[in-house]
């Protein structure tokens, strides 16, 4: 079946304390994207890829990583998590991004204590 | 300032009838116009993408339209059922940033019997 898939699903977790969300799609798409979605504020991108080893800064890239090492997997890392940092996230994936629509996964929903 | 914003945030209709959402976007020079459909606690589901050359597009009972002079976008669900329940979002993204995406903070429809 393709799909986009998170782990984990839910996190909680303590204000500077590292982790990484994981992302993979089985669908060997070349652009995969990290979204946050909070309240009021709709979708917000973090950070984009347009194939291995292209990574782009999205609106709201700071205190996130990401790395691009595989064409199939792109995690997100927080450094230093902080409270402002609570959100669901979401990964996507396309072929392309013209005209490609994209598939997004099932989300993380991440609460920094 | 966001630069898709959508109208209104939020709407109850009866099952069986029509709605329209709007989007009004600021988003240039403009490269193409997406609206997914987001079921409660899962990731968008893409229903249209049009470019600045398409003006109507249908998936099913969604109908979406494009005003590229003025801006402008909507969609048009006919004969609501209760599935049609969910958050629709507007994005719109530009020729000069490939892979970047603006989104707006979504409209909000609930269907009651």
């Known amino acids: 079946e393709a799909q986009v898939t998170q782990n984990p699903r839910y996190l909680i977790t303590v204000t500077g304390k590292k982790l990484t969300v994981t992302c993979s799609q089985n669908m060997n798409h070349e652009y995969m994207s990290w979204y946050r979605q909070d309240p009021g504020l709709g979708l917000r991108q973090i950070y984009y890829?347009?194939?291995?080893?292209?990574?782009d800064k999205g609106d709201v890239p700071e205190g996130y990583k990401v790395s691009r090492k595989e064409k199939r997997n792109f995690p997100l890392i927080l450094e230093s998590p902080s409270p402002n940092q609570t959100s669901l996230y979401f990964c996507?994936?396309?072929?392309?991004?013209?005209?490609?629509?994209?598939?997004f996964g099932p989300g993380t929903r991440l609460t920094v204590t | 300032k966001n630069q898709v914003e959508q109208s209104p945030q939020s709407l109850i209709i009866l099952e069986g009838k029509n709605c329209t959402l709007q989007?009004?976007?600021?988003?240039?020079?403009?490269?193409?116009l997406r609206w997914y459909k987001q079921d409660t606690g899962r990731g968008p589901v893409s229903l249209t993408i049009m470019t600045f050359s398409e003006n109507t597009k249908s998936n099913g009972r969604y109908t979406a339209t494009l005003d590229a002079d003025t801006k402008q976008s909507s969609l048009h669900i006919t004969a609501s059922q209760l599935s049609d329940s969910a958050s629709y979002i507007c994005?719109?993204?530009?020729?000069?940033?490939?892979?970047?995406?603006?989104f707006g903070a979504g409209t909000q429809v609930v269907v009651t019997p």
């Open positions: 890829s347009m194939n291995v080893e292209v990574t």
């Open positions: 996507a994936s396309a072929r392309g991004t013209a005209l490609n629509e994209q598939y």
């Open positions: 989007c009004n976007y600021t988003v240039s020079p403009f490269s193409n």
């Open positions: 994005v719109v993204s530009s020729t000069d940033s490939w892979g970047k995406f603006q």
